[in-house]
């Protein structure tokens, strides 16, 4: 079993920044990787990014690419999300997932424990 739980997100204006984190606890010794997701009111959850936890070699949406970064620390088994440049799209709940077996990383049902989720609010 596995727990997840994601804090940083809040309420920003257009051209801020968030740093989310996801802290994992329990059977953390063989992660494959973790990636973030997002839901907006009405639609379906989105990759956003994710990182493989041997390597770090990371993987993001198009609509995120050079805006957002996603790192980890091996030793906190925490991932994180630097978001730059937020803008009102990027409204969502924010989600962290891991998954133990190998896969694209981009598909909700590569990954088998979630986080809560955290709010994201960007104004414009």
């Known amino acids: 079993q596995v727990q997840m739980v994601e804090s940083g997100g809040g309420l920003v204006q257009a051209g801020g920044s968030l740093r989310l984190s996801c802290a994992a606890s329990?059977?953390?010794?063989?992660?494959?990787?973790m990636g973030w997701f997002r839901q907006a009111p009405g639609k379906e959850r989105e990759f956003v990014a994710a990182?493989?936890?041997?390597?770090?070699?990371?993987y993001y949406a198009d609509s995120v690419k050079g805006r957002f970064t996603i790192s980890r620390d091996n030793a906190k088994n925490t991932a994180y999300l630097q978001m730059n440049s937020l803008k009102p799209e990027d409204t969502a709940v924010y989600y962290c997932a891991v998954t133990y077996t190998r896969g694209v990383l981009t598909t909700t049902g590569e990954y088998d424990y979630w986080g809560q989720g955290t709010q994201v609010t960007v104004s414009s």
């Open positions: 329990g059977r953390t010794f063989s992660f494959y990787a």
């Open positions: 990182i493989r936890w041997s390597g770090g070699s990371a």
